[in-house]
């Protein structure tokens, strides 16, 4: 069952929308030898590399990460050809995402291999000998959520074939940093870090945190411990400078935290800046960086900024890049001015020491916690982006579209669109901000239901507990109504004017849990709601501190409905409320923030009476984020993972992974439209798995049919008239088949139109003629070819909408302001034939008319009609220009014969001429595609012809002149072709006739 579902997905492909802009990094690093040279990890997007110093990123990770958060790269100087990555942040915010080890490359990122240390979770440092690639060392925070064994620091002598743990204080303390004197790299400096996250608080100092010295490549090592903080020290960064070995630099966290130096390798050490901007946050930042060239220059991060001293510490200035919040710096050890930064948004490049940067907008690595639609045409889709703007987004862009609309809120809230008016978002952000905005003014109006400001205080004091992604929902059933949830749920219907609270505290209210946090760490809040889609006074609602509960009527009574199973502080991430049945609900339920990462999906059939766990098939170290229900089919759910996209085909019961070629990221949010899966990840922005109308038709007697073709959703022909090309990268027909098996015969599709006539054919076998191969107006490859694909399994065949094209010349057809397509088919009624030996079966579906076009169905039909003409007159000048250029070869060959007599070889001359000049009435020979081209030669017929196609494009029917010079050329063609019949007909018969009569008298 496994493999027939494999093979009915592998049709289906995941396509990203971006936004281009970059996200969460960490994890940065160059090459020495080359400048332009850089790889860069995301916090869930995986590992990317330039080899254009910036200007452009691409992933090379995936495919073989299971896992999309990265703490550290290195590469050998020794052969740069070697890259280590270690797997998790570090930077310890409440949404990482964990690691899984190790991974090595050793072709330049090309492919990779995981070398262990699985169980490390979040890795903070790698570090190369750079004389021998295979001594490596790592510095392991370990679980952030609880104790584990595998943390500390290590080391492999073998390239990652075999690791020895060489630091390890106990299974609370990891370590998070090295640094390597340059000039003897037997002497390291270690720092370790007693950590403990929880989703109420973060507990980041311990007695187990602390530097460390080994001289002897970390057999032996020795706490450093004079003019260090004698209080409990929390995140730890180290820097040796290469200048002077003896200089060592260390950001501390803690009551006594700051920067910190040693001028005696480490013996003493005196506090140079104990102020908070030095060590602000320091959890989420601690890192410090030694100069390669000038002994007194050093650079440091905390959340105040990203700073630099060129006098040994005694003053600062703050470095500007595109984005803040910095998290990872790499400096040419040859060239001080060379750096490559990680920060909150993305990972930028400088030449001049920081002078000026490269964009981030350029790497689609955005971490959204959410994402909604709207009923635009195309539809938008929403989130909010971590340390970034909300997001609208088209849903037919393309990353590098990069059309990016901020809607209001901020980086952390829910993004929701008013369904009966898209022009309303309503948007949040942390500490209770909602916004109302218009997207006609583009003003946003505050409408925060408790605006009583709450900076500094924790969730115990304050009257209404928000968390950092509070919910916001409209009601499907009621959409007049909005929904907002803190530690109860409030309703507004008159568009966030006033609130009305509608439920008592629905969560645990246990105040030694809402003491820690005054930011992303509010606890005992509700974390998701779920109206009913059937019933305006039926809502859901979730707490992240593990309770359901429910009403039926509107707020007025709640029923606590939570599975006995679900343990206290489990977090309820998703509360799917099915559209086929009031009684049935989903929830996706997570506890790895308490060091649990198995996967929880409940389900119920009655209200929340009875539960039961649907988790079979999805790994039990893969915890769960969303679920949802497919509007078309109440059997087809979907679940989001920290790793992935799983489908079931049977209400739960067991799940497949529908990953296809969806990159390993955390899937935060996933939301249907229109026939489509939208997905939020934590790391690789949005992704759209197009059209899974065959996942809703599926059923389990599908294996006894050999041929099976699934009815099509309906599809736009979209408008042309805006710019250049088509303004969606999926217009097209998607028609899906499924194959028990490989066929023997071909596979062959046929469109036909409401008359049964067919207008366009294809098949398997089918290879594309060299008549095909064109230039386009600007040169570009125009080379068509539709192939039908004929595997077993789900086969997918996108159809342009397009009639047959035109006939081209054999060759090669060149043109300039036109070409060989047929025309795109009007709005209506059509069917699709697919046949397969002795099988067939056929399909309706019907192509609708773009809403935003006001094109008419009888213009459509003129326009139609016109451009018919337009493919027809053409294939038939190139039709007469394919006969001329066989007859030529003929008459060519037979002049070259010796024993021609001279009244046939004048003859011969003659016709040569009289076909040269058709030809030339025809077509320009020498014309090969280069606009500059007709600055030398004069365009003839046949691109006459087919230049109308771009006069009459768009979505309008023919002008009256278009129709005259249609006319007008028409005739013209009639008349060359008029003497193209004689030519072939008269003169090339007595020719031939005069060939053989010499040939005879020889």
């Known amino acids: 069952m496994a493999q027939a ?157 075999t690791w020895q743990k060489i630091l390890f204080i106990n299974d609370k303390t990891g370590a998070v940093d090295l640094a390597v004197d340059p000039h003897d790299t037997r002497i390291m400096y270690a720092a370790t870090w007693q950590v403990l996250r929880r989703p109420w608080d973060i507990y980041e100092f311990g007695p187990g945190a602390g530097i460390y010295k080994t001289t002897d490549g970390g057999d032996t090592w020795t706490q450093l411990r004079n003019g260090l903080p004698k209080s409990e020290m929390g995140k730890i960064g180290l820097a040796v400078s290469p200048v002077d070995p003896h200089r060592l630099w260390a950001t501390i966290g803690g009551d006594e935290g700051g920067v910190y130096r040693s001028d005696d390798a480490g013996q003493t050490w005196q506090l140079v800046d104990g102020s908070f901007a030095m060590h602000s946050r320091q959890y989420y930042y601690g890192h410090i960086f030694a100069d390669p060239e000038e002994r007194d220059t050093v650079y440091t991060f905390s959340s105040k900024g990203f700073y630099k001293s060129t006098d040994a510490g005694q003053h600062w200035e703050q470095i500007r890049t595109p984005h803040s919040d910095y998290h990872g710096l790499w400096i040419d050890p040859r060239n001080n001015q060379r750096m490559v930064n990680a920060n909150d948004g993305g990972v930028t490049v400088t030449f001049d020491g920081g002078r000026s940067w490269t964009p981030e907008d350029n790497q689609a690595t955005a971490q959204f916690y959410t994402v909604r639609t709207d009923n635009d045409f195309p539809y938008h889709v929403y989130g909010a982006q971590q340390d970034n703007t909300t997001v609208m987004v088209s849903s037919a862009s393309r990353p590098s579209d990069n059309e990016i609309s901020a809607v209001g809120g901020g980086e952390s809230g829910y993004v929701v669109p008013d369904p009966g008016d898209s022009n309303i978002v309503y948007a949040g952000a942390y500490w209770g901000l909602l916004t109302r905005y218009d997207r006609r003014t583009g003003l946003a109006r505050n409408i925060t239901v408790w605006p009583d400001f709450p900076g500094g205080r924790t969730g115990a004091q304050q009257k209404y507990r928000f968390q950092w992604t509070y919910p916001i929902a409209i009601s499907p059933a009621d959409p007049g109504t909005v929904y907002v949830a803190a530690n109860v749920v409030f309703k507004s219907v008159n568009g966030g004017q006033s609130w009305i609270p509608i439920s008592p505290d629905l969560t645990r209210d246990d105040k030694q849990h809402e003491n820690g946090g005054r930011l992303e760490d509010v606890y005992d809040t509700v974390f998701t709601l779920a109206p009913s889609p059937l019933n305006k006074n039926l809502l859901w609602a979730g707490s992240d501190d593990g309770l359901i509960h429910m009403t039926r009527d509107g707020g007025k009574n709640w029923a606590n409905v939570t599975p006995p199973a679900l343990e206290p502080w489990t977090r309820i991430n998703i509360i799917e409320a099915s559209s086929h049945d009031p009684a049935t609900a989903y929830v996706a339920a997570n506890r790895y923030q308490l060091d649990d990462f198995r996967p929880y999906i409940y389900r119920t059939h009655d209200f929340g009476k009875t539960w039961t766990l649907i988790v079979g098939g999805i790994p039990q170290d893969t915890f769960v984020r969303t679920v949802r229900q497919d509007p078309a089919n109440a059997k087809l759910l979907y679940a989001g993972t920290e790793t992935g996209v799983y489908v079931s085909f049977d209400d739960g019961e067991q799940w497949y992974p529908l990953q296809l070629n969806l990159p390993i990221v955390p899937i935060t949010d996933l939301t249907l439209k229109d026939g489509d899966l939208v997905a939020s990840t934590q790391g690789r922005a949005f992704w759209i798995l197009d059209d899974i109308t065959p996942l809703e038709q599926m059923t389990d007697g599908r294996a006894a049919f050999p041929l099976q073709v699934f009815k099509p959703r309906p599809a736009y022909r979209m408008a042309r008239g805006r710019s250049f090309g088509s303004s969606s990268p999926t217009a097209g027909m998607i028609i899906n088949y499924y194959l028990a098996a490989a066929p023997s015969a071909p596979v062959k599709i046929a469109f036909l139109d409401a008359d049964g006539t067919v207008i366009n054919s294809f098949s398997s076998d089918s290879r594309p003629d060299n008549n095909r191969a064109q230039r386009s107006r600007f040169g570009e490859s125009m080379s068509r070819g539709e192939t039908v694909s004929a595997k077993a399994g789900l086969n997918r065949f996108i159809w342009d909408m397009r009639y047959a094209d035109a006939e081209g010349i054999d060759g090669g057809t060149y043109l300039f302001g036109g070409s060989l397509r047929g025309p795109e088919v009007a709005p209506g009624q059509y069917h699709v034939r697919v046949t397969m030996g002795e099988q067939s079966q056929t399909q309706s579906f019907e192509i609708r008319r773009e809403p935003r076009v006001p094109t008419t169905l009888r213009d459509y039909r003129q326009q139609v009609s016109f451009l018919l003409a337009v493919r027809d007159k053409l294939s038939a000048a190139n039709h007469a220009i394919n006969r001329l250029l066989k007859a030529q070869e003929e008459v060519q060959a037979a002049l070259k014969n010796t024993g021609l007599d001279s009244a046939a070889a004048e003859s011969g001359r003659q016709l040569n001429g009289e076909i040269e000049r058709e030809l030339h009435a025809l077509y320009e020979p020498r014309f090969t595609g280069f606009d500059d081209q007709t600055l030398i030669y004069p365009l003839k017929l046949n691109n006459r012809i087919a230049a109308l196609e771009s006069y009459v494009g768009g979505d309008y029917p023919p002008t009256d002149e278009a129709q005259q010079v249609l006319a007008e050329l028409s005739s013209e063609l009639e008349r060359v072709l008029a003497q193209v019949r004689v030519t072939l007909n008269r003169d090339l018969s007595g020719f031939h006739a005069r060939v053989h009569s010499s040939a005879t008298a020889q």
Not at 8 to 15: K, P, S
Not at 84 to 103: I, K, P, Q, T, W
Not at 144 to 161: H, L, M, Q, V
Request: overall charge positive.
């Open 5 to 161: 579902n494999r093979e009915f997905l592998q049709a289906l492909r995941w396509r990203s929308i971006g936004p281009n802009r970059g996200g969460r990094a960490t994890a940065v690093t160059g090459l020495p030898n080359d400048p332009l040279v850089y790889y860069m990890g995301a916090t869930g997007g995986g590992v990317w590399k330039t080899v254009n110093a910036g200007l452009t990123w691409t992933p090379v990770s995936d495919g073989y990460f299971n896992t999309g958060s990265v703490g550290s790269i290195a590469v050998s100087e020794s052969d740069p050809n070697i890259v280590y990555v270690g797997m998790g942040e570090a930077c310890l915010r409440s949404n990482l995402s964990h690691g899984d080890g190790v991974y090595k490359s050793t072709d330049g990122g090309r492919t990779w291999q995981n070398v262990g240390l699985r169980d490390t979770s979040q890795i903070g440092r790698v570090w190369v000998d750079p004389r021998d690639p295979k001594l490596v060392y790592v510095a392991a925070v370990g679980h952030p959520y609880g104790a584990n064994p595998e943390r500390g620091a290590f080391r492999s002598k073998d390239g990652g074939g």
